[in-house]
């Protein structure tokens, strides 16, 4: 897995909070990996909050990528949301 998180100072450079930002999660296609994403994702989240994604899957079905555009509302908002995701059995890389 990679372990790489984007720096604050990288993303307060790049980015102008609030703003949708987009993560991609690579994992195996098991164990409801798609439903274990969006759950640590929206534990950063306000409650209620439903963020835009979608989902697909490699041909052979090994592996499925979760695209999410949760509200961030800082650098740091954004690298606790990585930190959640990285925790996660199956993660082939986080981007």
Known sequence: MSDRVPSIELLEATHHFPCTYSFKVIGLATD?????????????????????FSTRSTSGGRHVSVSI????????????????VH???GIVMVM
């Open 69 to 84: 555009e949760p509200e961030c509302t800082s650098a740091r908002h954004v690298i606790a949301i990585y930190h959640r």
């Open 87 to 89: 925790a996660l059995d």
């Open 32 to 52: 409801c990996f798609v439903g274990r994403v969006l759950a640590a994702v929206k534990m950063e989240l306000p409650e209620g909050t439903e963020p835009a």
